[in-house]
């Protein structure tokens, strides 16, 4: 096993499950056939939300988008809006994913989020350095920070909805993420990237997203940041609480103490990139994209198929989460799960490679699982 995976005791629910059935996959039981659609039976609480992949976004992945169309009403590019994707290099853009993503809200009067403007990661190698490699002067990134800005947000004015302006800038546990942006800038980068943001689209929603916000020490650094932008007069809309979850983790108590947090700041409150992973995570939950382990039997226990005992503590935690998300729905505007089907879920490579989970409301054929019936049930 790599040393990278912490010692730890396997929580007694996975070493239960592993032994019970491990035959009864859920990709040969018949689930009950949709009779509506998520975004219909929400109507009135939230948008209910999907990221889109490549496959999808090329209209090639036909199976997953019939779910797209049926079920939500709001959509977010997974990969193709993200900097070294669009801006690979200084004087080039590259629009045709984010313009089929854009022209495919459009087409199904999607409400369509933009992500992400600034991220400390998955930034084009160029960006911060000139062309000798050296580090370029705070002047030089603050306006290449701008032309990203304007030059993305522009070109989408009026047609995207919302802008995940700034990505994981906290850290969690000493506040602002030390990264390129705060070395040459400073933690300023954060508010002019709101500021360019709503300069380039005055109409657009601008939006803070991050992960573990139920954490109260990442929270309370959370809330200090609106705090500071607001002060300053700088527009934020709204706080993304990632839901990158795992069984029972985290307490849902902490969960509503932030969306509480959150909607006291007078800011609405969205739960983005929702996803309960049924595997073990080889250290403390997190969604920092930086953490790889090597695969580990230990680490991916369902290769054959998802035993109903998992299977029904998943429909166990997706029920209780929306009934604390239904509790709230007057602060929550958007609830998006961070993928279409279990097939195309980042948690089957992240952070164990070559892992099989099952996180999300769809299985690898496109069927809704149980989770989805009793979130149904609980708006009949």
């Known amino acids: ?86 801006h690979p290099q200084q004087n080039k853009y590259n629009f045709d994913l984010s313009d089929k993503f854009v022209a495919f809200g459009e087409q199904n009067n999607m409400f369509i989020i933009g992500h992400t403007l600034v991220w400390h990661s998955q930034v084009a190698p160029w960006f ?3 062309n000798e490699g050296n580090k370029v002067t705070r002047d030089t990134l603050i306006n290449r920070l701008k032309d990203h800005i304007y030059t993305i947000v522009g070109r989408y004015k009026g047609r995207v909805n919302g802008w995940d302006v700034v990505n994981e800038a906290l850290d969690d546990r000493d506040g602002i993420r030390k990264s390129p942006w705060t070395e040459i800038i400073g933690d300023e ?21 991050d992960y573990n916000l139920y954490d109260p020490r990442k929270r309370a650094e959370c809330v200090k940041l609106v705090q500071n932008l607001k002060q300053k007069g700088i527009k934020i809309d709204a706080v993304g609480e990632q839901g990158h979850y795992g069984l029972g983790t985290p307490d849902l108590k902490d969960v509503e103490a932030s969306i509480v947090a959150f909607s006291e700041l007078g800011v609405k409150v969205m739960i983005t990139e929702l996803d309960i ?28 198929g998802l035993p109903d005992s998992v299977q029904n503590l998943l429909t166990q935690n997706y029920t209780d989460l929306f009934k604390l998300f239904i509790k709230h729905s007057d602060a929550i505007t958007r609830v998006t799960f961070w993928g279409v089907n279990d097939g195309n879920s980042w948690k089957n490579n992240w952070p164990v490679r070559g892992r099989t989970d099952y996180p999300l409301l769809f299985d690898r054929n496109n069927q809704p699982k149980p989770a989805f019936v009793e979130i149904m049930n609980l708006v009949k």
């Not at 592993?18 to 948008?47: D, H, M, R, V």
């Not at 980068?189 to 997203?209: G, R, T, V």
């Not at 992973?277 to 991916?300: E, H, I, K, T, W």
Request: hydrophobic content about 40%.
């Open 189 to 209: 980068f954060i508010e002019l990237a709101f500021q360019f943001a709503h300069e380039a689209d005055p109409a657009a929603e601008l939006y803070y997203n």
């Open 277 to 304: 992973s049924v595997l073990p995570f080889p250290g403390n939950l997190s969604a920092d994209v930086a953490l790889s382990y090597q695969n580990d039997p230990s680490y991916n226990l369902y290769t054959a």
């Open 128 to 130: 911060f350095v000139d």
């Open 1 to 86: 096993m790599n040393t990278k995976i912490r010692n730890q005791k396997l929580p007694m629910l996975f070493l239960l499950a592993g032994l019970i059935g491990l035959t009864a996959c859920n990709q040969s039981q018949k689930q009950p056939a949709s009779t509506a659609a998520l975004k219909t039976a929400y109507e009135g609480k939230f948008y209910m939300g999907a990221a889109l992949n490549t496959r999808q976004i090329e209209g090639t992945d036909t199976s997953s988008l019939a779910v797209v169309k049926e079920h939500f009403n709001s959509i977010v590019a997974e990969n193709c809006m993200k900097n070294e994707v669009i």
